[in-house]
């Protein structure tokens, strides 16, 4: 009688063993990330690395390739946690991106520098949409505010581009975002 309960955990181990070492595999994988100012204040970024609902990942280790406005680094992770290379001069928006076996994580920050003090802000990519066609809308529902419109849409354009935003960085963020609804 005490043999067939042998049997049952032996065969019950070598079944599981696949997806033992598959959880394993993927749990060293960056799905999500955010990112902070760096701890010691020394106008870098620190990207840290976490779950679906943003709770740092401290197990993850290991050297991961992202790209920071199409400039691809190699990241060391520490206890989940990497520091960008490159110091933040003046306020600017940063496209970082890292690509995994399922897929590419991507988001848009515009990090404010006042001071020495970074403070990273997370850009949705609906408003990258909603801004410029509030300013077409109102141009187009008010023909007297027609030309007030334009020139606050070239403004904001400017804006962005003065502070490192362009097409590229734009429509990689939009790509992402609707992503990210399927």
Same mark, same amino acid.
């Not at 005490?2 to 994988?29: C, D, E, T, W």
């Not at 943003?54 to 520091?83: C, K, W």
């Given at each position: $009688?005490?043999?067939? *309960?042998y *049997?049952?955990?032996i065969?019950?181990?070598? =079944? /599981? $063993?696949?997806g =033992?070492?598959r959880?394993?595999?993927?749990s060293?994988?960056?799905?999500? &990330?955010?990112v902070?100012e760096? +701890? /010691?204040?020394?106008?870098?970024l620190?990207? =840290?690395?976490?779950?679906? %609902? ?5 197990? #993850?280790?290991?050297? &991961? ?7 691809n680094?190699?990241l060391?992770f520490h206890? @989940?946690v990497? #520091?960008a290379?490159?110091?933040v001069?003046?306020? !600017?928006? *940063?496209?970082i ?5 399922s897929?590419?994580?991507g988001? +848009?920050f515009?990090?404010l520098?006042?001071g020495?003090? +970074?403070?990273? #802000?997370?850009?949705?990519?609906l408003? %990258? %949409?909603i *801004? ?5 809308l #109102?141009? $187009?529902?008010?023909?007297r +505010?027609l ?5 606050? /849409? %070239? =403004? ?7 502070? @490192? $935003?362009?097409?590229? !960085?734009?429509?990689?963020? /939009?790509v992402?975002?609707?992503?990210g609804?399927f």
């Amino acid at each position: $009688m005490r043999k067939p *309960v042998y *049997v049952f955990f032996i065969f019950a181990g070598i =079944i /599981l $063993m696949p997806g =033992i070492s598959r959880a394993q595999k993927h749990s060293n994988q960056i799905n999500h &990330f955010i990112v902070e100012e760096n +701890l /010691l204040k020394n106008e870098q970024l620190a990207i =840290i690395a976490t779950d679906s %609902l943003d709770q740092p990942q401290e197990n #993850i280790n290991g050297t &991961f390739q992202f790209s920071l406005n199409n400039f691809n680094y190699p990241l060391e992770f520490h206890d @989940g946690v990497a #520091i960008a290379p490159n110091k933040v001069e003046s306020s !600017t928006f *940063v496209f970082i991106k890292h690509i995994n076996e399922s897929g590419s994580h991507g988001q +848009l920050f515009y990090i404010l520098k006042s001071g020495s003090d +970074l403070n990273p #802000i997370k850009i949705n990519w609906l408003v %990258l %949409l909603i *801004v410029p066609a509030v300013f077409i809308l #109102i141009g $187009m529902m008010f023909r007297r +505010l027609l030309s007030l419109a334009i020139i606050a /849409l %070239l =403004i904001f354009l400017y804006f962005n581009y003065k502070h @490192g $935003m362009d097409l590229t !960085t734009f429509f990689e963020t /939009l790509v992402h975002g609707i992503k990210g609804i399927f």
